[in-house]
């Protein structure tokens, strides 16, 4: 089974421009979640999407934004970069049906973000 | 705001050295915890979810156990090897509802085994 896919790995922007992250989950399955991690911090949730509708939000701004595709295929948008939002973005996806009972998460690679 | 907490932030160990580290979370709502290994350039890779009070779970030299209601979970890597360096993170489950909220991270343990 192929695992979970991110593009692009790395990208360059400025502050002010917006970015969209993609991400393909494993086939199957119906749930993404997204995460940010900075340098010394854990990773801290964004956001998940399940069946196209976001089911649960971290505590992030409103500029960062998501969605999920008919094919379970999601995007991550991040409006008007901070010099902050340098991080790596990670996603993962789990299960197959609506409530995975513990919800192990399958990881991508993640996203490499620089904002100059 | 619910904290999860690993320590300690990094080990160095030398290879034949068996390690173990610690991961506290809030001992109420609990739903699961998980462990992960994160190696350098590489997704984060599960290894344990449990679930019960008294839990002990094993994978080769590296195993777990759960104490709930004190909310702490030790990851032990016996006999370390150079492969086994990587960053342990472990996650809360929150029981929402009936069901499991997102997971919540600790800042994990970064391990280096010399050889």
Redesign the interface.
């Known amino acids: 089974k192929a ?2 896919t991110q593009t692009p790995r790395y990208l360059i922007k400025t502050r002010g421009q917006q970015v969209t992250l993609s991400c393909s989950p494993i086939s199957g399955h119906r749930s993404v ?1 997204w ?1 940010q991690q900075t340098p ?6 964004l956001f ?1 999407y399940f069946s196209e509708t976001q089911r ?1 939000k ?1 505590n992030f701004p409103g500029r960062f934004s998501g969605r999920q595709f008919s094919n379970s295929r999601s995007e991550m948008n991040v409006s008007t970069l901070e010099l902050g939002d340098s991080a790596l973005y ?1 996603c ?1 996806s789990s299960g197959t049906g609506e ?12 996203t490499r973000l620089t904002v100059l | 705001i619910l904290n999860v907490e690993q320590s300690p932030q990094s080990l160095h160990v030398q290879e034949g050295d068996s390690t173990n580290f610690t991961c506290s979370f809030p001992s109420s709502n609990f739903y699961a915890l998980h462990w992960y290994r994160w190696e350098t350039a590489k997704s984060p890779e599960a290894l344990f979810v449990m679930t019960l009070n008294g839990d002990e779970k094993k994978k080769g030299r590296i195993s777990a156990t759960l104490n709930t209601k004190e909310g702490y979970s030790y990851l032990y890597i016996k006999g370390s090897q150079p492969e086994d360096s990587a960053t342990y993170l472990c996650a809360f489950g929150r029981n929402y509802g009936g069901s499991q909220g997102n997971l919540i991270f600790g800042k994990g343990t970064k391990l280096s085994v010399k050889p």
């Open positions: 695992g979970v979640s995460y010394g911090q854990g990773l801290q949730f998940e649960n971290g990670l993962a409530i995975t009972r513990y919800n192990e998460q399958f990881f991508g690679p993640g």
